[in-house]
């Protein structure tokens, strides 16, 4: 497992929460994006990279199906 080079951004505030989550469920990060293409979700490595990284804004479909994937309350990727 990498670890990230850089610090957390300001451009969403689920992005931390969601690779601590995914880290927690043990899912790499490319397992998550596979699944987050199958839903209908157009993300890349990087796409999704910065979206953790919290360097870009998330998209409410990205978050509906982050949740979905995971097995949580929405809620639970603003906390």
Do not use: C, W
Request: no cysteine.
């Amino acid at each position: 497992m990498k670890l990230r080079k850089k610090p957390y951004g300001d451009a969403n505030i689920i992005g931390h929460n969601l690779e601590r989550i995914r880290l927690q469920k043990h899912i790499k990060q490319k397992d998550f994006i596979a699944q987050m293409q199958i839903r209908g979700v157009d993300i890349n490595p990087t796409s999704y990279s910065k979206l953790e990284g919290q360097t870009r804004i998330a998209t409410d479909k990205e978050v509906y199906v982050a949740s979905l994937i995971l097995g949580i309350d929405i809620n639970e990727l603003f906390r």
